[in-house]
């Protein structure tokens, strides 16, 4: 018996990318940080070891040249399929296949302070964990790690850990309303939940669920989508979060700093998306929401996006009471405004204090050759 959502809907829309930009791949690791997405290496044809950042404001990659480390006498070998999560001033980076090895149980932990890193093993451990493993994923909350499923060897697992980072100790927990067994997918921290996309239980069986763990509660649910949103089918993709929902309480205090994306000196500040009708088949000949974000080299000055009546009929039924009008400001917060908007220019980490909530999926199998990368944005609405 399929397990009951415990979210509103979620609405799936692909973004359109210029030449200029990575080309298609899987296997990678991408994180963001002050509302800039990077991406490091891959798959594609032939392994990768490239490096881009993407402004989720300005829609454009820049490709950016790595700094060298300084030599270490410990730090982890070449590894694919790891999982890596930050907790306080530490990333934490879990398994990995290593070639001529296979998988790996090392448990390693980099200070951001110091820049070393340190092996979380042995008596460290306290007790048994996940054991060696790769193509699994990870999420941090609070001080603790999750980690779910992945491949032990040649075998596709389903159980959930997790590492607390105070303690140093690993605990199994339930899981029987969850996921079947998975590997390649991926997972983030939105506010008290982890949300988990995509993976199969095979390289040639991607799937498009999302699902959405409470850790206050321990329960799992499945996400919906909204009739005529059509999520990717994915494997070994990535994901990251933007906006305050997904910002985790376990970074550092610039990055933690849960600047709302709401009231300054008393106004709505503007967020560069805007609402235009469309027609989609689930809607019949009414206008429908189609996201779009200003172009930075534009200049749209105090110009007023004024939406007709069918769209604020389609908006009001897609999205029921979350449909409201705030002021004279148009933003998407998993909600649809109408009104205007005046937009000015700012700078990138500015703008990232008030992007509305989104969840990006990058890249991942079935991928496209001599294309750019695949790049889905997720928005649920109950925010």
Known sequence: MPAMS????????????????????????????????????GRASSC??????????????VHCQGKTSSPQTQMPTNRKGHSAVVVGSAMLVYGGFVDMK??????????????????????QLGSLGPGPRHS?????????????????????QRDFWRWN?????????KNKSGPSRLMGHSAVAYK????????????????????????TTQTWGQVATLPGSNPPDKIHHCCTGLGPSYKSNTSSPRSSSGLQPVLLDGKLRPVKNKC??????????????????????RCYGSKTLTQSSELDNSVEGLMGKDAQRIGS???????????????????????????????????????????????????????
Not at 7 to 26: F, M
Request: hydrophobic share 30%; proline share 5%.
């Open 6 to 41: 415990q979210s509103s809907p979620c609405l799936w829309t692909r973004l359109p990318q210029s030449s200029r930009s990575p080309c298609d791949r899987y296997k990678h690791a991408c994180c963001s940080y002050d509302g800039n997405v990077y991406v490091l290496g």
């Open 48 to 61: 990768l070891r490239d490096f881009w950042r993407y402004s989720v404001a300005k829609q454009k990659w």
């Open 102 to 123: 296979g998988s790996s149980q090392d448990f390693w932990s980099l200070d951001f302070d110091t820049m070393s890193w340190s092996l979380l093993n042995g008596s």
């Open 136 to 156: 699994h994923s990870a999420m941090a909350y609070q001080s603790c790690m999750y980690l779910f499923g992945g491949l032990k060897g040649l075998r596709e």
């Open 165 to 173: 980072s105070t303690s140093h100790m690993w605990s199994s927990l």
């Open 192 to 215: 008290d939940s982890m949300l988990l996309f995509g993976g199969g239980e095979s390289q040639n069986s991607p799937k498009n669920c999302l699902w959405r763990y409470n850790v």
């Open 276 to 297: 235009l009708p469309a027609p989609l088949p689930f809607l019949g000949s009414e206008g429908a929401i189609e996201l779009e974000t200003f172009s930075p080299d």
């Open 329 to 383: 400001c148009m933003t998407f917060e998993n909600k649809a405004f109408r009104k205007q908007c005046s937009c000015t220019d700012e700078e990138d980490g500015d703008i990232a204090q008030h992007l509305p909530d989104q969840l990006l999926v990058l890249g991942g199998r079935p991928c496209t050759r001599h294309s750019p990368i695949s790049v889905w944005q997720m928005t649920l609405t109950d925010s």
